[in-house]
């Protein structure tokens, strides 16, 4: 041992030399160089370009090889051409805050010291070009260059690139940096007795509880303005065929989970305790509805994603189909739980303020997940992947019950500045933040670093600025390094508390089979090592909700890239106060067994999906104002569906109490409760037929009316909710009416027993031989003479007379 110590100053000083003359050699090179040209998206001034191509091993263990081999390639991106291109390794020491994750892969390079001497890649390379380079050191070594790592951490590495860009001096022109985990320092090589006292395992007397959420989600993709009942569905674009067909995006992350979790993979199931799939319910009714056929829009252009619009079938049936089925396979062996609708800002819905919307977001997510997978999801659990957690989404989730939050943990501004000490990680500790609510946080720096893995690295909107580092600039082996380097190093420092750890990608995650290959096997190793130990998602939610104390607040809420706007918010409010308006006044149709929600509820999901967190944020509110200008259409025609069929002529009453004909026709695929709104001029009175059940189709009424005049009249008639909200167009009748009227009649009757009186009267005096003083007044009849009568005549009536 004596020895071991003796060599080890040896190296000691050594690197103390070695570094004292790469010192020396970089001040007698200062005057030659041109100015430094800065690390990150390659741009103006940008000459070459260094990418990591392979690490090997990708973590170190004490079985490892001892020798780090780092393979990539230089190319010329810039106008010239550049010469004596030379490439070196470089290390800088153990990162010692969480935040150092992230800002050590960014921003200046005095922490790193020089490894070895600059290879050289190429003695020119012109514009276009490139080279490959494969540099090599031993992780640590009693003579000759290494990286000297002689304790368990994670270390950031640089690949240095100097070159001579035509017309400039020589310069540092670029470099690519990584994380390298090292689990235990492996032997110097050999297996003498002093070789293997080199080895140095890591420290397994305080494991971490380490708990992984596996995400499987996607982006929107059911064509907007579909209400419900249409088959068959419609798709915005085919790219889910790809993602659930072998190799695709949906297929690696389902594909690595399984064999994580096999029997023989994992015998004692430590993995599969610790991982817990968070699924998107959107993709699954997605999916679901792809198993039956469905068509896909034959352009991506937001005009061409209205309803009606030309489409061609779906090619993704099949793949639907099997991977459908092998989710309800997993799930019945492992944890699930459902992550927010369509990845929904939480945050937004409260600004929305509709307790319903809110619901559909949060509370009832779970249920479709069981619907659907028929497996029993675990509730109690709400899953803020994308976004921070603010004081809006707290009175949200508070208004829907009790649930455990898991979210980013806050990250202090002196935190973000600095990585110096473990003092400065973030408190990873459950606590209440109201009566209802416990947020159980991840580590952010962790969460960005596992964001940035995959073929489409994303940057989360909880990352501080410090965080928030260039990533196309870095390749994707760099990048999922660096994912692996901050899955261990919370396991790597035994002195950090609390000992828990929560892996949260983002939801809609784009892994490679090889990024989701070496994440799952960090995670066992990390386990079957000793530095942690599984600890499954109910349990994080029954230690959180143990929580006691009162509530603290969250703090202020950050102003976050892809905030929707105000605008986006308030179309979303009057949208969904409609169409909650129109869908209390729906009823399930006897005949299909459809019901009135069922029907609207696409379109309630579209303002989710609207919503969605899954976008970009820098064109979240662009796709927002599409989604919803599509939707708004289609609820103002199912408003517009339920009308009065206009008689284009008039109706002609024959009496005062002809009714009214009446056309309703219901254009909706479900029946509608109306009522029928008669705006009659004075003189005509309508009775009140009451609410009206109107099924799919025509439905002739005939409404009771009283008219008290003749004459031709305009008359308005309109439809409405039971709770007054207009349906389709008002219609003007033209009315004619026969009718005498109350006023005519009454004269008439009048008139009839004033003649029944005097007819009376004289019949009475008649039978009393009385005459009628109403012929007192009359003159006597003349007196006929017989003057001008034949004789015969005249004597004829004297004799009468006489007689």
């Known amino acids: 041992m004596t020895m071991l110590r003796l060599r080890r100053a040896v190296v000691s000083r050594l690197a103390v030399v070695a570094g004292i003359v790469a010192g020396l050699g970089t001040l007698l090179m200062a005057p030659m160089t041109a100015p430094h040209v800065a690390a990150g998206e390659p741009g103006s001034g940008s000459f070459v370009q260094v990418r990591v191509d392979q690490v090997t091993p990708d973590v170190v263990t004490t079985t490892s090889e001892p020798v780090i081999t780092v393979t990539g390639t230089v190319t010329n991106v810039g106008d010239r051409a550049v010469r004596d291109v030379m490439v070196r390794l470089e290390r800088a020491t153990a990162i010692a805050s969480s935040a150092g994750l992230r800002s050590a892969l960014d921003g200046a390079t005095d922490q790193y010291e020089p490894i070895a001497d600059f290879v050289t890649v190429a003695a020119e390379l012109q514009r276009g070009h490139h080279a490959g380079f494969t540099l090599s050191a031993p992780v640590h070594s009693l003579a000759g260059p290494s990286l000297a790592i002689e304790q368990p951490g994670v270390y950031p590495v640089l690949v240095n690139v100097n070159g001579t860009p035509d017309y400039g001096a020589p310069a540092r ?119 039956g056929g469905y068509v896909v829009s034959d352009s991506p252009d937001s005009t061409a994603q209205q309803p009606g619009t030309p489409t061609h079938p779906g090619t993704g049936q099949a793949a639907a189909v099997l991977w459908l089925d092998r989710l309800r396979a997993l799930a019945h062996r492992m944890c699930v739980a459902s992550t927010p609708y369509a990845q929904a800002d939480l945050d937004a819905l409260q600004r929305i303020n509709d307790p319903g919307l809110s619901a559909i977001a949060t509370r009832d997510t779970s249920d479709i997940v069981d619907k659907i997978l028929g497996t029993s999801s675990t509730r109690g659990v709400t899953l803020i992947a994308d976004g921070p957690l603010t004081n809006r989404i707290t009175d949200l989730l508070s208004a829907n019950g009790a649930t455990v939050a898991v979210a980013a943990a806050g990250f202090s501004e002196r935190a973000s500045a600095t990585s110096a000490t473990a003092d400065h990680a973030p408190d990873l500790a459950p606590r209440r933040i109201s009566p209802q609510v416990v947020t159980a946080p991840f580590d952010p720096a962790v969460g960005a670093a596992l964001a940035a893995a995959g073929a489409q690295p994303v940057i989360p909107t909880y990352a501080d600025a410090a965080l928030a580092i260039p990533l196309q600039h870095d390749s994707s082996i760099a990048r999922r390094q660096d994912a692996l380097g901050s899955m261990l190093w919370r396991s790597l420092q035994p002195g950090v508390a609390p000992r828990t750890q929560i892996l949260m990608p983002p939801a809609s995650w784009s892994l490679q089979a090889d990024d989701a290959q070496a994440i799952l096997t960090t995670l066992a190793t990390t386990i079957r090592s000793g530095l942690a130990v599984p600890r499954p998602l109910p349990a994080v939610i029954a230690h959180a909700e143990a929580v006691t104390g009162a509530p603290q607040p969250v703090g202020p809420d950050p102003d976050v890239r892809g905030r ?210 109403a012929d007192f007044d009359r003159p006597e009849p003349p007196v006929a003479t017989g003057a001008g009568l034949p004789d015969d005549i005249d004597n004829r009536m004297d004799e009468e007379h006489r007689v």
């Open 564 to 773: 929707f706007t105000d605008d986006i918010v308030s179309q979303v409010a009057f949208q969904v106060g409609r169409l909650w308006g129109l869908t209390s006044a729906l009823t399930a149709d006897p005949r299909t067994g459809l019901t009135g929600a069922q029907y609207t509820a696409p379109l309630r999901e579209d303002m989710l999906r609207a919503l969605s967190q899954s976008e970009p944020p820098d064109i979240r509110n662009e796709l927002a104002q599409q989604r919803l200008a599509i939707v708004g259409d289609t609820i103002g025609d199912l408003f517009a569906a339920v009308t009065i069929v206009n008689p284009g002529g008039s109706y002609t009453l024959a009496t005062e109490h002809s009714p009214l004909p009446l056309a309703l026709h219901n254009g909706l695929a479900v029946p509608i409760r109306v009522r029928l709104n008669v705006d009659a001029p004075p003189g005509m009175t309508v009775t009140d037929i009451g609410e009206i059940e109107l099924p799919p189709g025509y439905l002739p009424l005939r409404v009771p009316i009283e008219v008290n005049f003749t004459q031709r009249v305009a008359v308005d008639v309109s439809l409405h909710t039971p709770d007054g909200l207009p349906l389709g167009e008002p219609v003007r009748l033209s009315v004619h009416s026969n009718a005498y009227g109350k006023v005519l009649f009454a004269i008439t009757l009048t008139a009839a027993g004033v003649l029944i009186a005097l007819a009376g009267r004289r019949l009475w005096h008649r039978f009393r031989g009385q005459p009628d003083r």
């Open 173 to 291: 022109l670029d470099n690519a940096r990584f994380l390298l985990p090292v689990m235990g320092v492996p032997p110097y090589g050999g297996s003498s007795a002093d070789t293997l006292a080199s080895m140095v395992a890591p420290d397994t007397s305080k494991p971490i509880q380490i708990t992984m959420l596996w995400p499987l989600a996607d982006r929107p993709r059911l064509a907007p303005g579909v209400p419900g009942g249409t088959h068959p569905v419609r798709l915005v674009d085919d790219e889910l065929a790809t993602s659930l067909a072998p190799g695709g995006r949906l297929d690696v992350l389902l594909s690595a989970a399984e064999f994580a979790t096999r029997h023989d993979v994992d015998p004692d199931g430590a993995v599969g305790r610790s991982l817990c799939l968070a699924v998107d319910p959107d993709l699954l009714v997605t999916v679901n509805a792809m198993t």
